[in-house]
């Protein structure tokens, strides 16, 4: 890991919980979560909120946790009351169910509302081989290389291939017009999948997020990269069309990253639920987020925070400034903890 490397978005500090007491709910409850595919992230967090909910709840809670790819598939099973609560990232495509925009078009969720969230700190980045002499997307534009690109599956399903797909459009490399002059995409459901591939000499770019990760570092010390910054009038484009905002990652952050890099946010572990779900299991959801937040933080300390999959530590007052609206139960939460204004 590069030692200039400083802490990316947050220094290590207390939640400054509010310690409101613990809600129950005066029933034995039922619920779905849905989460990713199985041994990630996504599935730990909702592994703990599991488990505070069954304390909080009646004797004969049960709770399962379904598998998912924590994108289009999630959203939709909640917007359809397939599932009580599904985690999704990055949050901010979330909007575009709630406004029937994007892949949402021809089924809109207004109903759709939020917890809060389970914080990562994560972009989505271009880079490709330094020896290739592409240092920008005009590069990509003017010189028409034949490059053979790791990214997400582009399946209608998985955020990553669709955000990578829209960041090409945006940034004036359509797909049909990239692959018409010899470019290639190959694609994996996972980042690690796609990183492989450019470890392996099978790949010569990658669009990817989970830039926090042990593979992006290990990647970028064996080979040499650079990162190509997003373009302005692309990150306008994107967040008219997508609300998907721009970000920026620090210079040295990776080896590659020179200075300071213009790239796409792709943050935020999602708690969505329906208007369907009762004030109180909406509160005891949002309670559990924060008061018990040292639960989950505890799995991830030996981690620096600026390379940790979930960032830490929580901050109360910023988890609940979520892409959807919040439920009103989990609003109340976060007034009666002091944490909204």
């Known amino acids: 890991m590069n030692t200039q490397t400083k802490a990316l978005f947050h220094p290590r500090s207390s939640t400054g919980a509010s310690k409101v007491p613990p809600p129950k709910i ?4 039922q619920l779905s979560f849905m989460g990713d595919w199985g041994r990630a992230n996504l599935h730990r967090a909702l592994g ?38 599904a985690l999704t990232t990055p949050q901010t495509f979330s909007r575009l169910a709630l406004e029937g925009r994007g892949p949402w078009a021809n089924e809109r969720f207004p109903h759709l509302r939020a917890l809060g969230y389970v914080p990562q700190d994560d972009r989505m980045v271009v880079a490709v081989l330094r020896d290739l002499g592409i240092r920008s997307f005009e590069d990509i534009r003017r010189k028409k290389p034949k490059l053979r690109i790791a990214a997400g599956v582009d399946d209608g399903i998985g955020f990553m291939g669709f955000a990578a797909q829209n960041l090409m459009r945006a940034s004036g490399i359509p797909r049909a017009e990239f692959e018409g002059w010899g470019g290639t995409y190959i694609e994996h459901e996972e980042p690690r999948e796609c990183i492989m591939e450019v470890m392996r000499g099978n790949a010569d770019a990658i669009i990817q997020e989970a830039v926090m990760t042990q593979w992006w570092v290990d990647m970028t010390e064996k080979l040499d990269l650079v990162f190509i910054p997003v373009e302005p009038e692309a990150r306008k484009t994107l967040q008219q069309e997508l609300s998907w905002s721009g970000a920026k990652l620090p210079k040295n952050y990776l080896r590659g990253i020179d200075q300071e890099l213009d790239c796409m946010d792709f943050s935020h572990f999602l708690m969505l639920v329906t208007t369907d779900m009762p004030d109180d299991i909406a509160y005891a959801l949002a309670w559990s987020l924060v008061e018990t937040w040292d639960v989950l ?45």
């Open 297 to 341: 933080e505890g799995q991830y300390r030996h981690i620096p925070p600026e390379r940790s999959p979930v960032t830490y530590p929580l901050k109360p007052k910023e988890v609940w400034r979520t892409a959807v609206p919040l439920h009103p139960g989990a609003e109340r939460y976060y007034r009666d903890a002091g944490h909204m204004s």
């Open 48 to 85: 703990w909120l599991c488990y505070e909910m069954v304390k909080l709840s009646g004797p004969h809670t049960k709770i399962g946790i379904f598998n998912g790819r924590a994108a289009l598939d999630n959203v939709m099973a909640v917007g359809r009351g397939e599932m009580d609560l």
């Open 26 to 29: 005066d029933r034995s409850i």
